[in-house]
C-alpha cells in the first residue's frame, strides 16, 4: 500500500503560481512512476503531468505545457507540481497518483493510489 497526501492548494488571481506537493509513504517511493491528474466541476477526472521513477522523463497535456512542471525528489518520498501562468480553466481539485511501473502514463485507470485532492481556484 502507499498512502499519498496532496498540500499547497488553494486561491491564486489569474496570472499567479502554486506549487503543489504530494507527500507519500509506505512502499518504496522510487518503485512507482507518479502523475497528476484533475478534476473540475461538472467534469471528469483528467490528466495533467506524468513523471517516471528517477525523475528523467516528464509528460504534459497540452494545455499545460510550458506553464506546469512536474518533478520529484525521492530522498523525500515527494512529488510536485509547480504552476505557473495559471488561468481561470485551471480551477479543478488536483490528485495525486502512483503507479506501481517505472514508466509514465496517462491513463488515470493505469494508477493504483490516489490521494484525496487539493483545491486549486484561480479567480479572473
Known amino acids: 500500500q502507499v498512502q499519498l497526501v496532496e498540500s499547497g492548494g488553494g486561491l491564486v488571481r489569474a496570472g499567479g503560481s502554486l506549487r503543489l506537493s504530494c507527500g507519500a509513504s509506505?512502499?518504496?517511493?522510487?518503485?512507482?512512476?507518479m502523475g497528476w491528474f484533475r478534476q473540475a466541476p461538472g467534469k471528469e477526472r483528467e490528466f495533467v503531468a506524468t513523471?517516471?521513477?528517477?525523475?528523467?522523463?516528464?509528460y504534459y497535456t497540452d494545455s499545460v505545457k510550458g506553464r506546469f512542471t512536474i518533478s520529484r525528489d525521492n530522498a523525500k518520498n515527494t512529488v510536485y507540481l509547480q504552476m505557473n501562468s495559471l488561468k481561470p480553466e485551471d480551477t479543478a481539485v488536483y490528485y495525486c497518483?502512483?503507479?506501481?511501473?517505472?514508466?509514465?502514463?496517462?491513463?488515470?485507470?493505469?494508477?493504483?493510489?490516489w490521494g484525496q485532492g487539493t483545491q486549486v481556484t484561480v479567480s479572473s
Open positions: 497518483a502512483a503507479r506501481r511501473a517505472a514508466e509514465r502514463a496517462t491513463p488515470a485507470e493505469l494508477y493504483d493510489y
Open positions: 509506505g512502499r518504496t517511493f522510487s518503485n512507482y512512476a
Open positions: 513523471i517516471n521513477w528517477s525523475g528523467s522523463r516528464e
